[in-house]
Every structure is written in structure tokens, then in C-alpha cells.
């Protein structure tokens, strides 16, 4: 396994729309040996570590300050991976169905597949997302499941930021890989609850909720 220097974070320029497979693969390297990267999703930038690494999310936490009660999200190739990591009803299967690939993190009791340490510790639920974002797309497909991930909000910013550049002057030296991929957006996604058996709207972001409230 290679180790990865926490104190100087690599930029890697890779094409937004034609991801070149050999970039694609370095930054999946990076993932499994236990990096920290920042990439560019279809909502915003987020951070992106191995599904299973406690020190990569314990990390997370330190660097925006949030407690054990936040809930991580984890960004899935597509359905099939949704129904491994969550428990799905018909209904509810249907409403994801209808709005992935998009800007929406879906709230689901866990599976046994999904760590303890990244469900909420009272309601063991996870939130779950398959972005419309051919970058992201390219790192799952190569990597083979789930990247655990989190909007890269930083303390007092009411945004996620967008530049690689920006943000590797302010992190650069806490993670390890920062992905250049042309522009990202600047609202996070929107977050809807479907554990209860109905639809609840968490946060309104970029996904429309018009149809939900």
C-alpha cells in the first residue's frame, strides 16, 4: 500500500466530460491507500475518502468541525448499490428511481453493509446519492463501490467551495488530492428523509422539492 503525505495535496487535472481513465485510476489509488480527495460532484465540491476508513473520516470531521451526529453520505455508481448499502420500500424505490442520477441525498434505514461509525448513531440511517456527474461516475465505476463523501463546506462559510485552487490554499496541507474538472456548483444537494414511510425535505438545495412540498 502506498502512503500519501497528509501535508501536501496534488492537483489533478482531469477532462470533466472525457475522464482519462489513467487519472481516473491514480485518484482511486489515492482512496484505497487511505486518502482524503476533494472532487467535484453534479451539486458541489465534497470531500471523498474509503468507505471504511476511520481515520479519513475522522479527518472530515476535524476539518469542518462537526460532531458524531452528522450524517455522512455515500455516493453510489447507480440504484443496484442504493439497495445493497439501505433498506428500500416499493414506494420509496420508485420516488429514487425518478430523480437519480441528480442533486438528491436520500435518507434510508442502513444495511448491515454500511459501518456503524457512518450511520446515525440513534436512528441507524444513512444518506445515499447517485450523482449525474461523469468525473464522479468514472472514480466509482474504477473504484467498484460507494465513496464515502461529504460537502466540502468549510467553518464559517454559508457555501461549499469551488475552486481547486481556493481550496488548496485552504486545506491543501489536510488532504491529500485536490480534482480539477472545470467549473462546480455552489449549492449543496437537496437532502430527503423516506426512513418514516413518507417524504420529509431535510434541505432544500439544487434538487427541485416543489413536487414534495
Known amino acids: ?26 485518484v482511486v489509488e489515492i482512496i484505497q ?14 470531500f471523498g475518502c474509503h468507505i471504511g476508513d476511520r481515520k479519513a473520516i475522522d479527518r472530515i470531521r476535524r476539518i469542518r468541525r462537526m460532531d458524531k451526529k452528522h450524517n455522512f453520505t455515500l455516493v453510489c455508481a447507480d440504484l443496484s448499490e442504493i439497495s445493497l448499502y439501505a433498506r428500500v420500500d416499493n414506494w420509496a424505490y420508485r420516488l429514487i428511481k425518478s ?3 441528480g442533486p438528491y441525498t436520500i435518507v ?26 461523469p468525473l464522479a461516475h468514472a472514480i466509482l465505476e474504477t473504484l467498484g463501490e460507494p465513496i464515502m463523501s461529504s460537502t466540502l463546506t468549510l467553518p464559517g462559510d454559508d457555501s ?3 475552486d481547486p485552487h481556493e481550496i488548496d490554499e485552504r486545506i491543501g496541507n489536510q488532504i ?21 414511510g413518507s417524504v420529509e425535505v431535510l434541505r432544500a438545495g439544487q434538487g427541485d422539492v416543489s413536487q414534495f412540498t
Open 176 to 196: 491529500e488530492a485536490i480534482i480539477s474538472s472545470g467549473p462546480a456548483g455552489v449549492e449543496p444537494t437537496t437532502v430527503l428523509d423516506l426512513s418514516s
Open 1 to 26: 500500500m502506498l502512503a500519501y503525505n497528509p501535508r501536501v495535496a496534488k492537483i489533478i487535472e482531469i477532462h470533466p466530460d472525457d475522464p482519462q481513465p489513467r487519472r481516473v485510476a491514480q
Open 99 to 101: 430523480i437519480t442520477p
Open 160 to 162: 461549499p467551495l469551488t
Open 108 to 133: 434510508l434505514p442502513a444495511t448491515r453493509a454500511v459501518p456503524r461509525m457512518l450511520q446515525n448513531p440513534k436512528r441507524r440511517t444513512i444518506g445515499l446519492r447517485v450523482p449525474q456527474h
Open 33 to 46: 491507500a487511505g486518502g482524503l480527495v476533494a472532487y467535484p460532484t453534479d451539486s458541489s465540491y465534497a
